[in-house]
């Protein structure tokens, strides 16, 4: 069984929540937060750490008591004690923290003053308006919970991508691993590389597809086995992940992968297609009569309805059988297209590493140059730089340049914008750096209006380059903040500024839908890692798979380019 260090945080994050709604000492609460944020910003994975012998009570904010816990975690996949709060209270008491607008503090009220302990019993409560004759919980605030009810519902549970990743990984090198399998593959919306997943649908081929089943569900970290036929089963993982495995012959490849693939509006779309020209399309081929004339690979599926192959990142019923009959698909970026990377954290501000070890981990996965763009000291941000730490940090770049050979460090800020949209330190310094990255990390709750008019004006500085996270939202977490983004995109292409990709998983952000429509707008982009350590560098492919579901080509996005040539499209 394979826990992440995702999955640990998450696991204290869960108990501080339950301990807070109980009321629990605030300082017990405060130490797991802590050690929450710290497995986040690790870098290292504890799994590995201890294998290693590593002693990780001695990592700040740990401690023994909490590295205990740890241990059991990734030996047990759970934490008893957080399991018997969960019992005590009630399994569904932590849902209430999906809602916008409750945090531990509301749960606890709701919990206590009308025994509310699951979704359904909030929107009956809301309902019935018990929600607002409660002190400190206004009607406009028992509204907005009752549409965040529904929200959270509909959404169900989800894996973010990089936390399905690594299980991804481990069955498919399991399935490999049996000599009766011929090709294993993972499709379904994992394949097309959406930002969250909802279940795993694994792919094989073997000439005696029931052996490969009965060793399927021998898979060790396999907590249920739901189904198990003959050819297909689905079963459930540990951490209550879906998993349907299919298994075909050889020969039906290509179609039953294009089946499991998706979406399912684009199979559709595809089987309409075929059927006007008198096919029938099915996972096991494409057939002309009874004739199957197609099957085995998916280029092969394309090129008998007349259509260019569709990358699975494209299949989502967005247009893409219209580009690909008329020869128009995008010619996808891909993660060796990316030169460089310009957002990332060191410990001027609330990064992990030093610029130089920044630099040495970029160039070691082949960076040519990278920007440092700590935070600007704001109310929101701890750590943020002043302007005389931040002439600090450019005389020190300047000094590791001169020694440092095979990467170019690029003097850079990530800037708060202010309310009124000003930026958070002076242009006098500002103009200084080779570019400067903008972001928004307070009063997320502007009008969309006033929200889109503090964007533009922060944009209207000759100085703003690149706009970081530009919706701020979080997924699972929180959601965007209110942007016109029409004329977010036409601002941003009118004054020469670019929108960020961000490549942390929680934000990829923009997300797909919104970068298609800016790329439609004439906007460009970069894609960048938002790294607070060394490690997290290797988050770019995250967003390179985003840029790719949204239409992307290498043109589009300038940290493709040369430095030379990145430095001209950033004097504005
Ligand atoms: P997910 O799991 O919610 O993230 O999204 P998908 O796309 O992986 O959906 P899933 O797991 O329900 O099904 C995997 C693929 O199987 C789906 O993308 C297309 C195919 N599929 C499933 N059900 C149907 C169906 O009723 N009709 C067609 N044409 N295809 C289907
Ligand atoms: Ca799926
Ligand atoms: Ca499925």
Redesign the pocket.
């Known amino acids: 069984m394979v826990i992440s260090n995702v999955e640990i945080a998450s696991i204290f994050d869960q108990l501080a929540d339950l301990l807070e709604i109980k009321g629990e000492n605030p300082f017990k609460t405060r130490a797991y937060r802590n050690a929450t944020r710290t497995i986040e910003n690790l870098g290292t994975d504890l799994r590995k750490m201890l294998e290693d012998g590593a002693d990780i009570s001695q990592i700040p904010t740990i401690g023994e008591h909490i590295a205990l816990k740890i241990e059991e975690i990734i030996k047990t996949g759970k934490l008893a004690k957080l399991e018997y709060l969960k019992h005590t209270f009630s399994p569904h008491l932590l849902d209430l923290l999906k809602v916008e607008g409750i945090g531990p503090k509301r749960a606890k009220v709701l919990y206590r003053e009308l025994n509310i302990s699951s979704l359904e019993g909030l929107k009956k409560a809301a309902e019935k308006h018990q929600i607002s004759a409660l002190k400190g919980f206004s009607e406009k605030l028992e509204k907005k919970i009752l549409k965040g009810t529904l929200l959270a519902k509909k959404e169900g549970i989800?894996f973010m991508y990089s936390v399905a990743e690594p299980y991804a990984e481990a069955l498919t090198a399991y399935l490999k691993n049996f000599k009766e399998t011929l090709q294993v593959i993972v499709?379904?919306?994992?394949?097309?590389r959406?930002e969250?997943?909802?279940?795993?649908?694994i792919l094989a081929t073997s000439a005696h597809p029931a052996l490969l089943i009965d060793y399927f569900v021998q898979y060790p970290d396999i907590k249920e086995v739901l189904s198990k036929g003959d050819t297909r089963s689905t079963v459930i993982l540990a951490n209550s992940m879906?998993v349907?495995l299919r298994c075909v012959a050889k020969e039906s490849y290509g179609a039953a992968l294009h089946?499991?693939?998706?979406?399912?509006s684009?199979?559709?779309a595809i089987?309409i297609m075929a059927r006007d020209m008198g096919l029938k399309v099915n996972?096991y081929g494409i057939f002309k009569s009874d004739e199957k004339i197609a099957g085995a690979t998916e280029e092969e599926m394309y090129e008998t309805v007349g259509l260019r192959y569709i990358e699975p990142e494209l299949?989502e019923s967005r247009g893409e059988h219209r580009a690909a009959r008329e020869g128009r698909l995008p010619e996808l970026i891909t993660l060796e297209d990316m030169k460089g990377d310009l957002h990332m954290h060191t410990h001027y501000s609330d990064g992990r590493n030093s610029i130089v070890e920044m630099a040495e981990a970029a160039k070691a996965i082949g960076h040519s140059y990278i920007a440092i763009t700590d935070h600007s000291k704001h109310l929101s941000i701890v750590h943020g730089m002043d302007e005389k730490r931040l002439r600090e940090q450019m005389e020190e770049i300047d000094r590791i340049n001169e020694t440092l050979k095979g990467i170019t460090i690029l003097k850079s800020i990530e800037v708060d914008i202010l309310e009124d949209g000003t930026l958070a330190l002076p242009n006098t310094v500002l103009k200084e750096l080779d570019l400067v990255v903008g972001a928004v990390h307070d009063k997320f709750n502007l009008s969309q209006k006033m929200q889109t008019k503090r964007i533009l004006k922060a944009m209207d500085n000759p100085c703003f380059n690149i706009l970081a996270h530009p919706t701020g939202r979080l997924i699972g977490e929180r959601a965007p903040y209110k942007v016109n983004m029409k004329q977010l995109f036409e601002g941003v292409k009118e004054r020469g500024c670019f929108l960020e990709i961000n490549a942390q998983p929680k934000r990829l952000d923009l997300n797909d839908i919104y970068a298609k429509r800016a790329k439609e707008a004439g906007v460009r982009f970069s894609i960048s890692t938002d790294a607070h350590n060394a490690a997290s560098l290797h988050y770019m492919k995250y967003g390179v798979y985003q840029a790719r579901r949204g239409w992307l080509e290498k043109e589009d996005v300038i940290n493709t380019l040369s430095l030379g040539k990145l430095r001209k499209v950033l004097g504005r």
């Not at 499709?187 to 097309?192: C, D, T, V, Y």
């Not at 969250?196 to 649908?201: K, M, Y």
């Not at 089946?259 to 399912?264: M, Q, V």
Request: no cysteine; charged share 40%.
């Open positions: 989800r499709a379904g919306s994992f394949r097309r959406k969250t997943v909802g279940d795993l649908d879906q349907d089946y499991f693939t998706g979406s399912k684009h199979n559709i089987r996972e299949r």
